[in-house]
């Protein structure tokens, strides 16, 4: 025990993170609060509930149509969410079953909360898994940050992170679709992916010495595919980022990759109560592919992904197009610690663009954390040279103004 309590482990930067994490908990736990106080009862949060219910008490069977018990609102807005959340003959077309579970996980044990007059209770514990998601993929962003470009850039990207109204709203359930496990998936499986290449050089065996790192990798596809079908993306790409790293163990790489992806399968397979019709039929009519190429020739959709993203995080407005022409005239920082979290980022901006309507929202999403990565990446170079005071008094700047206008926006909320 003692060997696991020691100042690599639990620093300083370690809690400077935490504390910044438990200022993004305290951001949550306020949206949250102020989410069931402010608004209507979201129809699509307790179909989300009602299904995911369903699925725990009936272990799935028979469990495929539409039911919506709680009072919600103008017909119109119902039939929005019917539109959006089933398609196929009562299954949803963007998600599998494991969505739903992990939505009404926190209702599992208990009954009669569905009703209007627990509204309250209802959309906290509606919360709380994207509440432990945010705080574990904001520990993930910046567990990779630093081990990429050391404290400076993990404490960059962590506080854009816990800063971010995007992740916030999404984390909280303010009006977001619960997306962030779905990014906690897809952050977790292309860095697995890359820290898994980096290790087949070692000389051990590669199946035995990898196995936690394949059952994580194996875990984060199942929760990004399972939470987003067309978020498939994520398989080939690690599978591609495996390859490049490792040119002289392309076969080790690619046997670590199928064994992570029959994990994969199998908790997908275990979501759907191992009934192997459900889920044939589940993942038979899932949508995986919704890009229209029509729309590359549409202003409006990249308008629409520019002001999403400024929405995401307002600091990436000034950021990105700074990190941007710093990586493309100096050659110093085209390295694959600053390339790999653009190259993801650019593959789900170009996907947002592709797909103008859900899930285009998701990809736009998706992006987010893997720039907050690349603009950290940058940050932490520009802070080696000769120019640091420049660059230090910039970034403390940029963080505090972000910080500080996120936190105005939030005592706005308290008024209404």
Known sequence: MGRFFTRERFGRPQVLAALLLLAFLAQCLWLVERGWRSRAIDP?????????TSLWEHRGVGVTGYKLTAPVGPEKELDRSLQRALANSGYDANHSHLWYLIAAAPLALSRGLLEPGNVGELHRLAASPYVVFGLLLGASLWYVSRRLFGNAGGYVALTLYCFSPGI?????????????GAAWGAFGAIFTAIAVAHTLYAPREVILWNWRRIVLLGLSLALAVGSQFSLVIVVPSALAFMLYLAPTRRMAAASIWAVACGVAILLLYASYFFQARSFFDGIGQGSFWDISFKAFAMP????????????????????????????????????????APLWVATLFLVLAIGTPHYPGLVFQFMAVP???????????????????????????????????????????????
């Open 300 to 339: 409006q959709a990249y308008h629409q992904v520019v002001s999403q993203l400024g929405q995401s995080s307002p600091a990436l407005i000034p950021a990105l197009p700074v990190a941007l022409i710093t990586y493309f005239i100096w050659p110093r920082v085209r390295y694959f610690g600053n390339t």
């Open 370 to 416: 893997f720039l907050f990565v690349f603009v950290a990446g940058i940050a932490a170079d520009l802070l080696e040279t000769r120019h640091r005071p420049i660059a230090l008094a910039s970034i403390w700047g940029l963080l505090v103004a972000n910080a500080g206008w996120n936190l105005w926006e939030l005592a706005r909320v308290a008024r209404g």
């Open 44 to 52: 699509e949060e307790i179909y989300r509930l009602e299904r995911g």
């Open 168 to 180: 916030l709203r999404a984390s909280a359930l303010w009006s977001a679709e619960p997306e962030v």
